[in-house]
Structures are given as structure tokens and as C-alpha cells.
């Protein structure tokens, strides 16, 4: 098994021989001597080659070893007089992997904007922006599964194509197979969530999360929206809602604590180039009980607020990112929990208050993002399940399978979703969530 670059630069040892292979990310020539830049993608990390010409084949090679170009560099780690290197490599040989045009290949030494890298999505992984959000992505997808195994909750898989509409919304892509349009039997969409067979797998495993791909057809080109993205849900019975806030911070809390700990030169990086407010805003959530407030609360703090909204704020209307980032980056400073939203404005499944007005529903804003988590108790009582379904215009046949969980030993439960590319967003600082997923579908988008 080969080294990666990060093993020989950390615990490589002076004096002994390695096989380095990377991508040339740079190149400067000297009187007989080339020092070439490697990076392989483990790490922000490279390995400066000491590549001289008494190496067999230097003259022959050098034309070809341009940035991008791919090699294998057998030789000595040895101390190295740069600045801010430990080591590097004394090659005594070479060889040339795979050739990169100097005049065609994209990626050369100097500032690229997204955009333009959003059009090369196949080799823009290469760059040390987009190397350090995708090991960002690694990092807190481990991260998650290891939270929720720790913590009692079996992984599940649960289905792509389906046949129920979760949110009610309708804005779902049809599946038809190319041979015939009735494959199923009956209408199928990909799903818009995993939340309600991960509440029937919870019924009878007790704790579960669900970590998959979902598909929203909203004709919406911001950038805080997907057509594709993936989701975390975790469903726990027994579960209230305050249960549900308390696993929603912590969760959020190790998702932060495993980037600083596994991840430091890249949020270096990343806090650097990127957002300079990125290191103080993940410090300032990993480090704070989050603020608990109801939604009738927030909305009068910020009609209080003296701030003129693009959006109005008044009671019974949905929060917008404007109000949200005011409420944690100016008026708690810190990360909000809010509870009980209006029920005409959250889904049919979340638990009816007593109120008769409000919903056992939570939503987590962070700062720099706004909403990060959307959550709720579930309503198990089967006849104020019944009575919403139908009140919002749907049918209780389509459901039929959903309610029998609660006309057979409902208990009261919970869970949440997290958008895992707003999460990832708000622990690079990127500030387009089409640079935050490797190939990005969107309206318009589905290249790669």
C-alpha cells in the first residue's frame, strides 16, 4: 500500500527512501535543478522534489512536467532549509505518470473564480479550495455516522423512489421507466425525504437516522438550493421535542469539533481565503448552549428590532434568512432554537399543541447560514393526524400505511433533518451550495 503525501510529511523519517506520487502543483527551475511541487489531495499539505540533473531521464522529462502533470518521485527524505517545510524529497528517479498540456489544461498556477471552476466540476476537486471543502464533506459525513452509533441509533436505509409526498408540496420528479409508464403500478417520485418510513423503522428499532440523496423540483436558482442534495434524519421514539433540541445541538456540536480536530490546515485555508468570520462563527456554536426561544418570541424581537426587512415580519409568516442571521449573528450572538411555529406554515405531521394555533415544531439557526436544522415532535395521535390530513386537502388512502404506525402502539417521537450541504457550507464558509456538493444539479444543471 502506498504512502500518501500527509503520512511522509508528518512521520516520514530523515534519511530513509519513498515513493511519492502526486500531481506537479508548481514548478521553478535552477541551475540543474528542479524543485517540484507534489500534492495528491490527502492533505493541504505538499511535498517540495529536489529533482536534479543527474537524475536518469531529467532532460528528456523536464519539457513534460508542467503543473498538473502526474508522477512518481523515488528518492530520500531529507531536511529541508526551506521555510515552512520539515522535510523534502531528494529524488534519484522519476517517472512521468500522465502528461497535462500546458496549453489546454485549465488549472494553472493562478486565482480561478468559482464559477468558472462550477464549469469544470471534474477538475476542480485538484485546486486547494475545493480539496479542502470536499475532505471538509469526508470529515463530517464520518463524523455523522460516528455521532448516531455512539449515541444508540441504528443507520437505515430508506427509499429513493416513493409514492408519498412527505411535505405535501408537490414539487417532486415523476420516475417512468423509458418501456413503460405504469412500472409501479402507480405514480413514483424520488423522494423528498426519508422521514417517513425512517418513523416506521423507528417504531420498531427505537433510534435511526438516515443519511441519503433527495430531490426537490423547485425552480429555484439561488444559492442555497439543490435539486439534489442529501439529508440527515434522525427519528427517535419516546422522543419529545425538547429531547429533539438537545440531540440537535449536540449533533451539531460534534460535526464542529470533528472539523477542528481532523481538519486544521484546511480551516486554516478556508478561514483565510474564504471567510474570515469562518473560525470565530464555528467556535462561537461549538462553544455556547444555543438560545431557545419560541417563534412568537423572535417574532417580535425582530419587530422590535428597528430594522427595515426586505420581507415583513409579522406573526404567521415564515422566517426568511434576513431575520434569521439577525437573531444570531446581532441579537443573541450565538446560535437560536425555535420552537412552536404557526401550524398553517410547517407540515401535516408535526404534533398540534394545545394551543390549537402552534406545532411542536424546531428549527436551528446558526450564524453565517441562518436555518441549519428543521426538526419537530410528530403528532402520534392518530385522530389530530387524520383531521390535518385532511384539512390540508390529502388523502387518507395515500397515507394509509403512515397512520397504522400510530393505530398500533403509537408513541410520542421525534427527529430532524439536516441539509448535509447547508452543514458543510457553514463549516468551509463557501457561500454557494453548488460548491459544497462534487457535481451539482440545479435547474438548467446536470453536466458531469
Known amino acids: 500500500m502506498r504512502k500518501l503525501l500527509k503520512d511522509i510529511l508528518d512521520k516520514g523519517q530523515v534519511g530513509e527512501e519513498y515513493v511519492a506520487k502526486g500531481w506537479v502543483r508548481s514548478r521553478r527551475d535552477s541551475k540543474g535543478l528542479s524543485f517540484l511541487v507534489l500534492g495528491d489531495g490527502s492533505s493541504m499539505q505538499t511535498l517540495q522534489v529536489v529533482l536534479g540533473a543527474e537524475v536518469p531521464g531529467y532532460d528528456a522529462l523536464l519539457p513534460d512536467l508542467g503543473t498538473g502533470a502526474s508522477v512518481a518521485v523515488t528518492g530520500e527524505l531529507v531536511e529541508s532549509p526551506g521555510k515552512g517545510q520539515r522535510v523534502e524529497l531528494k529524488a534519484h528517479a522519476i517517472e512521468l505518470l500522465g502528461k497535462a498540456d500546458p496549453e489546454t489544461y485549465p488549472l494553472q498556477k493562478k486565482g480561478h473564480s468559482h464559477e468558472f471552476l462550477r464549469?469544470?466540476?471534474h477538475l476542480r476537486p485538484r485546486t486547494?479550495?475545493?480539496?479542502?471543502?470536499?475532505?471538509?464533506?469526508?470529515?463530517?459525513?464520518?463524523?455523522?455516522h460516528r455521532f448516531f452509533s455512539d449515541n444508540g441509533f441504528r443507520y437505515v436505509h430508506t427509499p429513493i423512489i416513493t409514492a408519498s409526498d412527505c411535505e405535501g408540496a408537490g414539487e417532486m420528479f415523476e420516475v417512468r421507466a423509458t418501456s413503460k409508464d405504469d412500472f409501479f403500478g402507480r405514480p413514483a417520485m424520488l423522494t423528498v425525504s426519508g422521514q417517513l418510513n425512517g418513523e416506521a423503522m423507528a417504531y420498531g428499532l427505537g433510534q435511526i437516522y438516515t443519511f441519503g440523496p433527495t430531490f426537490r423540483a423547485e425552480n429555484s436558482n439561488t444559492s442555497r438550493h439543490l435539486s439534489e442534495f442529501w439529508m440527515i434524519e434522525p427519528e427517535a421514539a419516546f422522543y419529545?421535542?425538547?429531547?429533539?433540541q438537545d440531540l440537535a445541538e449536540a449533533y451539531l456540536k460534534a460535526l464542529i469539533e470533528s472539523v477542528f480536530r481532523e481538519n486544521p490546515d484546511d480551516l486554516e485555508f478556508l478561514g483565510k481565503f474564504v471567510d474570515k468570520t469562518l473560525i470565530?462563527?464555528?467556535e462561537m456554536t461549538r462553544d455556547n448552549r444555543f438560545e431557545r426561544v419560541s417563534y412568537t418570541?423572535?417574532?417580535?424581537i425582530l419587530q422590535?428590532?428597528?430594522?427595515k426587512w426586505e420581507f415583513p415580519v409579522s406573526w404567521g409568516t415564515d422566517l426568511q434568512s434576513e431575520h434569521e442571521r439577525f437573531l444570531t449573528e446581532e441579537h443573541f450572538k450565538k446560535p437560536v432554537m425555535l420552537t412552536a411555529y404557526p401550524k398553517e406554515i410547517k407540515a401535516f405531521y408535526m404534533f398540534q399543541n394545545d394551543d390549537g394555533k402552534t406545532v411542536g415544531a424546531m428549527d436551528v439557526l446558526v450564524p453565517g447560514i441562518g436555518e441549519i436544522i428543521g426538526g419537530s415532535q410528530r403528532e402520534h395521535r392518530?385522530?389530530?393526524?387524520?383531521?390535518r390530513l385532511v384539512a390540508d386537502g390529502m388523502h387518507l388512502e395515500d397515507y394509509a400505511w403512515y397512520l397504522d404506525l400510530n393505530r398500533y402502539g403509537a408513541v410520542p417521537h421525534a427527529g430532524f433533518g439536516l441539509g448535509f450541504e447547508r452543514a458543510v457550507m457553514f463549516c468551509t464558509g463557501m457561500s454557494n451550495i453548488r460548491d459544497v456538493i462534487p457535481f451539482p444539479r440545479s435547474p438548467g444543471q446536470a453536466h458531469f
Not at 240 to 244: E, K
Not at 297 to 300: Q, T
Not at 382 to 387: G, S
Open 128 to 144: 486547494n479550495l475545493f480539496g479542502a471543502v470536499f475532505r471538509i464533506r469526508d470529515t463530517l459525513a464520518q463524523a455523522t
Open 304 to 307: 422590535k428590532s428597528g430594522k
Open 119 to 121: 464549469t469544470i466540476a
Open 297 to 300: 418570541e423572535a417574532v417580535e
Open 280 to 282: 470565530g462563527n464555528l
Open 382 to 387: 392518530l385522530d389530530r393526524l387524520e383531521a
Open 240 to 244: 419529545d421535542i425538547v429531547d429533539d
